[in-house]
């Protein structure tokens, strides 16, 4: 990859994950908000925002790591998406969505 090419990219996912992470900051200043002063009941707006915070966090870690892998070797950046990959499908693969604290 080029050098131009690597800085769009780099640029691309550095604008994504500031955005996610104001998302994700928004999703645990509800959370503790809501913990204070319980101002929202319902169970469903909770579960979504606690969904938000664990994935957008898991998001953030990802696109942080592709971000820096992008600028490395090929060897270094398969190795850095095997881990990302791992980390989601084991997820789903070993019930660990149904034991999230959410």
């Given at each position: 990859?080029?050098?131009?090419?690597?800085?769009?990219?780099?640029?691309?996912?550095?604008?994504i994950?500031?955005?996610?992470?104001i998302v994700?900051?928004?999703a645990?200043?509800?959370?503790?908000?809501?913990?204070?002063?319980?101002f929202?009941?319902?169970?469903?707006?909770?579960?979504?925002?606690?969904?938000?915070r664990?994935?957008?966090?898991?998001a953030v870690?990802?696109?942080?790591?592709?971000?820096?892998?992008?600028?490395?070797?090929?060897?270094?950046?398969?190795?850095?998406?095997?881990?990302?990959?791992?980390?989601?499908?084991?997820?789903?693969?070993?019930?660990?969505?149904?034991?999230?604290?959410?």
């Amino acid at each position: 990859m080029s050098y131009n090419n690597q800085t769009k990219v780099q640029s691309i996912f550095q604008i994504i994950t500031i955005v996610l992470s104001i998302v994700v900051i928004i999703a645990f200043l509800y959370t503790a908000i809501n913990i204070k002063w319980n101002f929202v009941t319902s169970d469903v707006v909770n579960s979504i925002v606690g969904y938000v915070r664990y994935f957008g966090s898991l998001a953030v870690c990802a696109l942080l790591l592709l971000d820096y892998a992008i600028t490395r070797s090929v060897t270094f950046q398969i190795i850095m998406c095997i881990l990302i990959a791992a980390a989601i499908v084991f997820q789903f693969l070993v019930g660990g969505l149904d034991k999230l604290p959410i």
